[in-house]
């Protein structure tokens, strides 16, 4: 998860590719973003998941995080 109703994925094949995935009442938006964008959007959700002091969550995005971007 990302935000509130927004969740993100990427491709299979060599993780360049991003789609944001956001649901309310109407249905479900797909966006394209880039893996630049993406990386700046799961930096925030670490540092909002370190500063609420949910160390789980942190640690399984953490993980995510490193495989993807490092």
Do not use: H, W
Not at 39 to 56: A, D, F, I, V
Request: aromatic content about 12%; cysteine-free; overall charge positive.
């Amino acid at each position: 998860m990302v935000d509130e109703n927004q969740e993100l994925f990427t491709t299979l094949y060599a993780q360049r590719l991003f789609f944001l995935v956001a649901s309310d009442v109407k249905g479900m938006k797909f966006q394209p973003i880039g893996r630049t964008e993406a990386r700046m959007m799961l930096e925030n959700r670490l540092r909002n998941l370190r500063r609420t002091g949910q160390s789980q969550e942190y640690d399984q995005l953490q993980s995510v995080f490193q495989r993807t971007f490092q």
